[in-house]
């Protein structure tokens, strides 16, 4: 059974960081694509950051340069560091773990960023 727990959200000042985690169990999060998605109120869900199973990575345009996407092999977690952090980051940020055909996701984290 395929388990994703997030963790490392809450509040933080506009400029601030967060780093969240993203803790797998059932799937190798280093073999498989993984990403992070958020979906804010009234919004729709889209993509924040992904790497794929091929060790490419690829960025939505409002986050580039602020936001990375690792992950460890080890500790079978995925993470996403944010930096620089700005008002319109605030969403519930969920992780995703790609194993065609399937998709399996977290549970959800809220983040929220106080102008």
């Known amino acids: 059974q395929v388990q994703l727990v997030e963790s490392g959200g809450g509040l933080v000042q506009a400029g601030g960081s967060l780093r969240l985690s993203c803790a797998a169990s059932?799937?190798?999060?280093?073999?498989?694509?993984m990403g992070w998605y958020r979906q804010a109120p009234g919004k729709q869900r889209e993509m924040v950051a992904t790497f794929t199973r091929y060790g490419t990575t690829d960025y939505a345009e409002s986050v580039k340069g602020r936001f990375t996407i690792s992950r460890d092999s080890a500790k079978n977690t995925g993470y996403l560091q944010m930096n620089s952090l700005k008002f319109e980051d605030t969403a519930v940020y969920y992780c995703?773990?790609?194993?065609?055909?399937?998709?399996?996701w977290g549970q959800g984290i809220q983040v929220t960023v106080a102008s």
């Open positions: 995703n773990v790609r194993r065609h055909p399937f998709d399996y």
């Open positions: 059932g799937i190798a999060v280093a073999y498989n694509g």
